[in-house]
């Protein structure tokens, strides 16, 4: 059974930094890309940024563009999102995911393309 768990959420400042990590366990953590969602109140829940099995890919969407960075240490089976410059607008639960497609040669933003989700970890944002 494949077990993702979020941690780093919390209350912050608009401006300051947040570092969310995700321990996966129960599949090969190694081969397959991982992927952060998020979703806020009322809104559908979207893709924030991906990394590749391997770690050479990475792939951010528009609104975290240089803001947000994701990375990975396979020896920990852990996937991370380092935020900076926390926007109000930033303020969601956070959602690790595992690609369902082992060896993917780039990153999938589409969730559709994940199988696996952790529990969440809420991030507040306060102007």
């Known amino acids: 059974q494949v077990q993702l768990v979020e941690s780093g959420g919390g209350l912050v400042q608009a401006g300051a930094s947040l570092r969310l990590s995700c321990a996966a366990s129960?599949?090969?953590?190694?081969?397959?890309?991982m992927g952060w969602f998020r979703q806020a109140p009322g809104k559908e829940r979207e893709f924030v940024a991906g990394?590749?099995?391997?770690?050479?890919?990475?792939y951010d969407a528009d609104s975290v563009k240089g803001r947000f960075t994701i990375s990975r240490d396979n020896a920990k089976s852990t996937v991370y999102l380092q935020m900076n410059s926390l926007k109000p607008e930033d303020t969601a639960v956070y959602y690790c995911?595992?690609?369902?497609?082992?060896?993917?040669?780039?990153?999938?933003?589409?969730?559709?393309?994940?199988?696996?989700w952790g529990q969440g970890t809420q991030v507040t944002v306060s102007s």
């Open positions: 995911a595992v690609d369902k497609m082992p060896w993917r040669s780039g990153v999938n933003p589409n969730l559709h393309e994940y199988d696996y």
């Open positions: 129960g599949r090969t953590f190694s081969v397959y890309g």
């Open positions: 990394i590749s099995w391997k770690g050479g890919i990475t």
